[in-house]
């Protein structure tokens, strides 16, 4: 154990077998998001085909969506992350399977509030002074969406089961299938049967569902008898022998979840923030229009922090679970120096591409003239966010989410929001002075999360894992204090 310790280092040896499992698992993860990215385009696409209100109504809505549904799901979801990926490692399918199938049920029953908000969103978007005409798009759009709440309910948790087992090219086969088929679905319905943005919302999930039937059939046709997909959800064994245990288990679940939840939101919820304090400047239509450009900038480079994050986020847990902290060190190391590496292909693109890329969205001079001016600000927080969002996945793995979404808080609104605020309407930098408010809480996320896994003690995160997901759960209590004494750093 000792000359492991004094190991601070891998070698190139290692180094390069840890990057090939790190790509090998992030690389359909990465595909299947630009996939993803493509449909969010085709929608958006058909949108702006239709017309000008229902573009404006369907931006409206996806925005709505995004905040009040999809974040939500997506963040109570990755909550499951560290009980997968750790109980993959220690071979612990039974709470594997528990995990999956009491995520599926949270997600569900998290839907109908969801579903309640959207089918009621046109009278609080009148409350809120919005155009009565877009609100209604709006309200159109949601409300056939609503079974897509559904399909993401089983989405979600089936997607980030097969990661946290290393399975991840079915998710980018299922994912491109799907998205053959919605192209033509999404035409025949939107154009040729005229049903407009119904149209566009009855294809969303039809391709969602797609994927979904996919994946489930990929999952039944593959399993190993070792592998039980449907446990009871209280079954009697020592895992769960009475009320007070089964509620326990829920607890960590929850314990996991909502700060998971907060997480995400925190730092998706800002974005839209931004997009709202653009709509206060004195050329708001100006802004806005760049604001749309910048967020869709943004989201198809988190595409590759995203697939980092959760191939890293996989393989701590893994080697946690396993009872090899030394392993799960290495791999932390080589994707840090790895999201630091590939964070400037992002800053490339928006500093040497940065008079082209705007003509992809627009025409107009006013708006290429500040897209080009606040594209390189976006990627220098690129240059952050690659290696923030990678950490966070290490967070995820080591069971620490709660301290990603305090971070992402403190970051975002106590050192982000008032700089983005005082730059932009104090100083005034206009909607450039945004773009600064991001690049310092960007800053101050990586700062804090580096601090937070330099300090990490690997030898208690995988005494940690043992007692949340190991087989002798109940022997591993008294060493974790054992190794508070002695810290081993990354």
């Known amino acids: 154990m000792g000359a492991q310790q004094t190991q601070k280092y891998p070698t190139m040896t290692q180094a390069q077998e840890e990057l090939k499992k790190i790509t090998e698992t992030g690389f359909p993860i990465l595909a299947m998001g630009l996939v993803t990215y493509l449909k969010n385009m085709i929608i958006v696409a058909c949108m702006g085909r239709l017309g000008s209100l229902e573009l404006a109504g369907g931006a409206l809505a996806i925005g709505f969506t995004n905040i009040t549904g999809y974040s939500v799901l997506s963040g109570l979801a990755i909550g499951m992350e560290p009980l997968c990926s750790q109980g993959f490692g220690s071979k612990n399918l039974t709470i594997v399977s528990l995990t999956l199938q009491r995520t599926i049920l949270m997600l569900l029953f998290t839907s109908l509030p969801i579903a309640i908000l959207w089918i009621n969103l046109e009278p609080v978007m009148l409350r809120l002074h919005q155009d009565p005409d877009i609100s209604h798009v709006a309200s159109i759009y949601c409300r056939y969406a609503i079974p897509d709440l559904i399909a993401n309910s089983l989405l979600h948790p089936l997607r ?11 998710l980018l086969w299922s994912a491109s299938l799907a998205i053959v088929l919605h192209i033509p679905v999404t035409i025949l319905l939107t154009f040729y049967l005229s049903l407009g943005v119904q149209g566009i919302a009855v294809s969303s999930f039809i391709v ?20 039980p997909l449907f446990k009871p959800l209280a079954p009697t064994s020592k895992l769960s022998t009475s009320q007070d245990s089964l509620g326990e288990e829920w607890g960590v679940l929850l314990r996991l979840s909502i700060p998971s939840c907060l997480s995400v939101c925190l730092e998706w919820w800002w974005y839209e923030l931004m997009t709202l304090l653009a709509g206060y400047l004195d050329r708001p239509e100006v802004a806005l229009a760049t604001s749309a450009i ?90 952050a966010n690659c290696p923030q969002t990678t950490c966070c996945g290490v967070l995820r793995g080591c069971a620490r989410t709660g301290i990603g979404a305090a971070i992402n808080f403190y970051s975002f609104y106590l050192m982000g929001t008032p700089v983005a605020i005082y730059l932009c309407f104090v100083w005034p930098l206009g909607f450039t002075g945004l773009c600064y408010g991001l690049l310092a809480a960007q800053v101050a996320c990586i700062v804090s999360i580096l601090v937070v896994i330099y300090n990490t003690n690997w030898e208690r995160e995988s005494l940690k894992a043992k007692d949340l997901v190991g087989p002798n759960k109940e022997d591993s209590d008294d060493h974790i204090t054992k190794c508070e004494e002695g810290d081993e750093h990354v």
């Open 160 to 170: 980030i089961y097969l990661r946290s087992k290393g399975t991840t090219w079915p």
């Open 208 to 227: 969602n569902f797609n994927t979904l039937f996919l994946l489930i059939g990929y999952m039944v046709y593959t399993r190993v008898p070792d592998e």
């Open 294 to 383: 910048v967020i869709q900038t943004t989201s198809l480079m988190y595409t590759l922090p995203s697939a980092l994050s959760s191939s890293i986020s996989a393989r701590v847990g893994n080697e946690l679970g396993a009872g090899r902290p030394d392993r799960a060190r290495i791999a932390t190391l080589v994707a840090i120096v790895l999201a630091f590496l590939t964070s400037s292909f992002g800053f490339l693109l928006t500093t040497l591409g940065k008079d082209e890329w705007g003509r992809v969205f627009t025409a107009d001079h006013e708006v290429l003239e500040l897209t080009t001016a606040v594209l390189p600000i976006i990627g220098l927080c690129e240059l």
